[in-house]
């Protein structure tokens, strides 16, 4: 089959790879029809290299139809559509029955002393084969595999598969008061979502972002947005009273700008040998800390600061201080996707599509232009929000 593979900083490929089949019982085998590039992908493009392997197939945000499922996979079978979780949980342990199955003791990867094996992501998370393929391997898909209808496009359910429920996490821990602001920094995917979310829950949303087409794209959502900058920091707070907004989520992670030195680190971690570049990163402080500082700084005292975005430095410096004094909350962590997909599962299919899945692909293309795509979405070129690629047209 041919997947979308790892080759190096900034660099993927489209390979002939061997075709995946049952290994476990709990395994399931699906034909992808839709697979998404997400934010977190571009971690493993330009900053995890010291963690990925030459050919390892990425992608992690995948649906399509089941072909083969093992013998303990019963709730579904050959032929149903499917979307598949980014995280690889067993649903029967103490971690799964307490719904964070994002720290499945099943799935674990001690080595690094890691949460729940993920699709597609690095040695951290299992070196798992991911879902930018033809077919793919689902493990314990006896509890992950999330059945849909036949009826509704692909991208009404695709993003079940991680960014809808990520978002959905990140405005429930961010425990906006009735009636209160919820601001998002950050309007790529996951801050879409994440603000269209705080809309149909009631919440007045404001958010920022330098990118006028991501504004652009809001704001047809009902969402006040602001560029970058001092200017739309103090319109929010001045908005809001003078205290700022009740919660703000931080949707932007390692990949914001702002930062020389984190910059500068992310290059160099690239050009050394893997078992130095490791330790390096997994016990320095390597992360852009600009949007999670911006986020301390603007959310009212006793406010909720929820990071949706990821950050993967082990020793990035915080503000102690300021975080204390302002008696702020701070809430985050991968997401525990079985634990949102029942309740979201009606809201995409509503006729009326709430939370706008229908307005956020911005590119649609066969699975041989993912190099090309990595890099307009990277480098956000020609409007890039959202990439899907579809395997079936090549």
């Not at 971690?43 to 399509?64: C, N, R, T, W």
């Not at 139809?65 to 103490?94: L, M, Q, Y």
């Not at 309007?187 to 979502?193: A, E, M, R, S």
Request: with cysteine; net charge negative; aromatic share 6%.
């Amino acid at each position: 089959m041919k997947a979308v593979t790892w080759q190096g900083t900034r660099k993927v490929s489209v390979e002939e790879v061997p075709d995946p089949g049952i290994q476990q019982p709990t395994d399931a085998v699906i034909e992808v029809t839709s697979t998404a590039i997400c934010g977190s992908d571009l971690h493993l493009y330009e900053v995890l290299g010291p963690f990925m392997s030459e050919g390892d197939v990425i992608g992690h945000e995948p649906m399509g139809i089941v072909v083969e499922t093992g013998s303990e996979v019963t709730h579904v079978r050959a032929g149903d559509r499917v979307v598949v979780p980014f995280t690889i949980s067993c649903g029967h342990c103490a971690m799964c029955t307490a719904g964070l199955q994002s720290q499945c003791e099943t799935t674990q990867v001690t080595e690094y002393g890691s949460g729940a094996a993920l699709l597609g992501y690095s040695k951290l998370y299992g070196q798992v084969p991911g879902g930018q393929a033809q077919f793919l391997r689902v493990p314990h898909a006896d509890y992950g595999l999330v059945k849909v209808g036949t009826e509704l496009p692909d991208e009404r359910y695709l993003f079940l598969s991680d960014i809808l429920p990520t978002a959905w996490q990140a405005v429930k821990y961010a425990d906006v008061p009735a009636g209160g602001t919820l601001a998002v920094l950050g309007l790529g995917p996951v801050g879409q979502f994440c603000a269209r979310i705080g809309l149909h829950l009631g919440s007045r949303v404001v958010a920022i972002d330098p990118v006028p087409e991501r504004r652009e794209m809001a704001s047809r959502h009902g969402v006040e947005v602001f560029d970058m900058g001092k200017d739309g920091i103090e319109a929010i707070r001045e908005s809001t009273s003078g205290r700022g907004p009740d919660a703000v989520v931080d949707a932007v992670g390692m990949e914001a700008h702002g930062s020389p030195v984190a910059g500068l680190a992310h290059r160099a971690t690239a050009l050394l040998p893997d078992a130095v570049a490791r330790p390096m990163m997994q016990h320095a402080g390597l992360d852009r800390l600009q949007a999670l500082h911006t986020a301390i700084e603007l959310v009212r005292r006793g406010g909720t600061v929820s990071l949706s975005g990821v950050y993967g430095g082990a020793a990035s410096p915080m503000p102690l201080l300021t975080m204390f004094d302002k008696q702020l909350q701070l809430r985050m962590g991968q997401c525990n996707v079985r634990s949102w997909t029942d309740e979201l599962l009606h809201l995409v299919e509503d006729s009326a599509d709430p939370l706008g899945t229908g307005d956020l692909v911005t590119h649609r293309l066969p699975l041989s232009q993912a190099p090309a795509a990595y890099e307009m979405f990277q480098k956000k070129q020609d409007g890039c929000i959202k990439v899907v690629l579809e395997p079936k047209k090549g």
